[in-house]
């Protein structure tokens, strides 16, 4: 019943900038950690970012580029992505932890063209 909605995914042009948003449908306490994925067609999905204790990691191919944040009053977890590159082009899924449940976003689309 809870739902992680997602948006702020489109086309951009290679440089430009996104910032993606995941919000859930109703209030989920304890929540730890947050953390975005994204798939890209025939590959497997990947970590791009977590945030935690207001702890961040990142992939390395993001780094520099991308940052994670969160609004816990709101239950939405962010990414902010700058100097987008045709190899960012995926689905974004966002990944919600609440002590022993978990939920994922539906994912929304990024393309990145050259």
């Known amino acids: 019943q809870v739902q992680l909605v997602e948006s702020g995914g489109g086309l951009v042009q290679a440089g430009g900038s996104l910032r993606l948003s995941c919000a859930a449908s109703?209030?989920?306490?304890?929540?730890?950690?947050m953390a975005w994925y994204r798939q890209a067609p025939g590959k497997q999905r990947e970590l791009v970012a977590t945030?935690?204790?207001?702890?961040?990691n990142y992939a390395d191919s993001v780094k520099g580029r991308f940052t994670i944040s969160r609004d816990n009053a709101k239950n939405t977890v962010y990414l902010q992505m700058n100097s987008l590159k045709p190899e960012d082009t995926a689905v974004y899924y966002c990944?919600?932890?609440?002590?022993?449940?978990?939920?994922w976003g539906q994912g929304t689309q990024v393309t990145v063209s050259s």
């Open positions: 990944y919600v932890r609440a002590g022993p449940y978990y939920y």
């Open positions: 109703e209030r989920i306490l304890n929540i730890d950690p």
């Open positions: 945030i935690s204790n207001f702890r961040t």
